[in-house]
């Protein structure tokens, strides 16, 4: 559960200031968790100053306490910086550096359970997710409606909170009793880079969004990828629209996970997933008719769970 309240201040055509406060409510009182209480409190603030009609910068900061009631505190003050420059009309370069933070939740810290094949252990000593975050990029407009744009970025984490599984043979091997517990990763990096477009031509009758992203992470301390993320992600949905009719294509790709947690000797393949929606407009109404997964593609994303298969969905949307 949480609230907040958000305020913008404009000082004048070139300066404005947003600024808010948070506050998340985190509860566990079942058999699984225990009794356990906490909650986070956010404060922050961001300006936009116009230096000139080429460069605009962004300055801020978000203060972040979390407490568990009657354990332990943690906080962090987390600034950060964006700058947007353009160089020419239909250019555009943007860079930011900021940090991050994320305590864990009474799920991560509390959770403790057994039965015949999983034992789950609580970890009340873990410690809060912190991370730097850099990225730059540069946004290339053709038409109004038709852009292209390539960033590059990287993210490094201290104490990434990652689930910790460990399995044990029992039986000679006819059963499998699994260990989990949520750890703290020393140190774990993520980077890439990234390319999207979007446009509309033809009277906006055909639009096109893809982007592609190919990453590299790593547990520092390790050396060895993280867990249950792909190296390449691709998104891809065309559309048209003729009169009232229109059609949706959407194709989703990632390439084949390097490391799990259990069941590593188990086949993994990239995913590979098409789906089409239809949707006809009628006064105030739309119809749709949508198949996902079209081509009814098997991939799991985590061990031995099968992942959506085909199957057909129908609905109607009205506005009044």
């Known amino acids: 559960m949480g609230a907040e309240v958000q305020g913008d201040l404009l000082m004048n055509s070139n300066f404005d200031v947003t600024y808010g406060?948070?506050?998340?409510?985190?509860?566990?009182?079942?058999?699984?968790?225990?009794?356990?209480?906490?909650?986070?409190?956010?404060?922050?603030?961001?300006?936009e100053y116009r230096i000139n009609d080429k460069i605009r910068i962004s300055?801020?900061?978000?203060?972040?306490?979390?407490?568990?009631?009657?354990?332990?505190?943690?906080?962090?003050?987390s600034p950060r910086m964006g700058v947007n420059y353009n160089p020419f009309e239909n250019t555009v370069i943007r860079s930011s550096a900021g940090s991050g933070f994320r305590a864990a939740t009474i799920a991560e810290r509390y959770l403790d359970f057994e039965n015949n094949s999983v034992i789950v252990e609580a970890n009340p000593e873990l410690k809060a997710e912190t991370?730097?975050?850099?990225?730059?990029?540069?946004?290339?407009?053709?038409?109004?409606?038709?852009?292209v744009e390539f960033g590059a970025f990287?993210?490094?984490?201290?104490?990434?909170?990652?689930?910790?599984?460990?399995?044990?043979?029992?039986?000679?091997?006819?059963?499998?009793?699994?260990?989990?517990?949520?750890?703290?990763?020393?140190?774990?990096?993520?980077?890439?880079l990234e390319f999207t477009?979007?446009?509309?031509?033809?009277?906006?009758r055909i639009r096109l969004q893809a982007t592609a992203t190919l990453l590299n992470h790593q547990d520092v301390s390790t050396g060895e990828p993280l867990t249950y993320?792909?190296?390449?992600?691709?998104?891809?949905?065309?559309?048209?629209?003729?009169g009232d009719w229109e059609l949706h294509a959407d194709y989703r790709y990632a390439s084949r996970i390097e490391a799990v947690k259990l069941f590593y000797y188990d086949d993994r393949v990239p995913q590979?997933?098409?789906?089409?929606?239809?949707?006809?407009?009628?006064?105030?109404?739309?119809?749709?008719?949508?198949?996902?997964?079209?081509?009814?593609?098997?991939?799991?994303?985590?061990?031995?769970?099968?992942?959506?298969?085909?199957?057909?969905?129908?609905?109607?949307?009205?506005?009044?």
């Open 229 to 242: 993320r792909p190296k390449t992600i691709a998104f891809i949905n065309p559309s048209i629209r003729l």
């Open 59 to 77: 300055p801020g900061g978000r203060y972040d306490k979390y407490q568990l009631v009657g354990g332990i505190s943690q906080s962090l003050f």
């Open 21 to 47: 406060c948070e506050l998340k409510w985190d509860t566990g009182s079942t058999k699984y968790f225990g009794d356990h209480k906490g909650y986070t409190i956010g404060l922050y603030a961001q300006a």
């Open 154 to 192: 990287r993210n490094d984490f201290d104490n990434l909170i990652e689930v910790d599984l460990r399995q044990s043979q029992i039986e000679f091997a006819k059963d499998v009793r699994v260990s989990v517990r949520f750890q703290n990763l020393l140190r774990a990096k993520i980077e890439g």
């Open 272 to 320: 590979k997933v098409w789906s089409f929606r239809l949707l006809y407009h009628f006064l105030n109404y739309d119809f749709q008719l949508a198949v996902n997964n079209a081509f009814d593609y098997y991939y799991t994303q985590i061990e031995r769970n099968m992942a959506e298969i085909r199957n057909f969905t129908v609905g109607v949307t009205a506005e009044f």
């Open 131 to 147: 991370s730097w975050s850099y990225d730059i990029g540069v946004r290339q407009y053709f038409t109004k409606k038709w852009y």
């Open 197 to 204: 477009t979007s446009g509309v031509w033809w009277k906006d």
